[in-house]
T-cell receptor, first 112, second 114 residues
């Protein structure tokens, strides 16, 4: 079993739709939760970063973490064609420079 | 956010030659950096943890003699792919971050071995 599971998609939505991206994880020691956006042939770009459970909002993006169910989500409101990319969830343990564990990534396409 | 710069962004080399990739933290000191490899349509797989002033820690299955890592300063780590073969063609990405904060990634290096 992978430590972080993510549906690879692809996911196609019309412009303006609300997008829901999800991951599950198995390691209870994970405390930091990130969402990265990766365009083709580019390095991952940090979108959201949360510590422990709860919600975090930044513009059109909302990240949710439910540690009781080991479930993390990213919501994108009013999706735009420029949001088309691969979205990677990631987690790591607390303390020092712990390595980041990634999901497989979900490819999103927003159709104009 | 913190900036991590990776160079070169693309490199094509002949089979049997060596290629060096640089990863720099531009606005902070990084005693630890990470090197990942990403094959097409797959996620990032950690190859090794680069520690300033000491030997790198390699993940299981990664050949340390083939992927040489040098972290000579607090802002620079290098990955050298030695005796490259076509199966080493991949997207290599480094990351760095401050303790207990998010990790930032370089732009990635696309290596093609012909």
């Amino acid at each position: 079993q992978k430590e972080v599971e993510q549906d690879p998609g692809p996911l196609s939505v019309p412009e303006g739709a609300i997008v829901s991206l999800n991951c599950t994880y198995s390691n209870s020691a994970f405390q930091y939760f990130m969402w990265y956006r990766q365009y083709s042939r580019k390095g991952p770009e940090l979108l959201m970063y949360t510590y422990s459970s709860g919600n975090k909002e930044d513009g059109r993006f909302t990240a949710q973490v439910d540690k009781s169910s080991k479930y993390i989500s990213l919501f994108i409101r009013d999706s735009q064609p420029s949001d088309s990319a691969t979205y990677l969830c990631a987690t790591r343990e607390t303390g020092g420079y712990q390595k980041v564990t990634f999901g497989t990534g979900t490819k999103l396409q927003v159709i104009p | 956010g913190a900036v991590v710069s990776q160079h070169p962004s693309r490199v094509i080399c002949k089979s049997g030659t060596s290629v060096k990739i640089e990863c720099r933290s531009l606005d902070f000191q990084a005693t630890t950096m990470f090197w990942y490899r990403q094959f097409p349509k797959q996620s990032l797989m950690l190859m090794a943890t680069s520690n300033e002033g000491s030997k790198a820690t390699y993940e299981q299955g990664v050949e340390k003699d083939k992927f040489l890592i040098n972290h000579a300063s607090l802002t620079l780590s290098t990955l050298t792919v030695t005796s490259a073969h076509p199966e080493d063609s991949s997207f290599y990405i480094c990351s760095a971050g401050k303790p207990n904060t998010e990790a930032f990634f370089g732009q990635g290096t696309r290596l093609t071995v012909v």
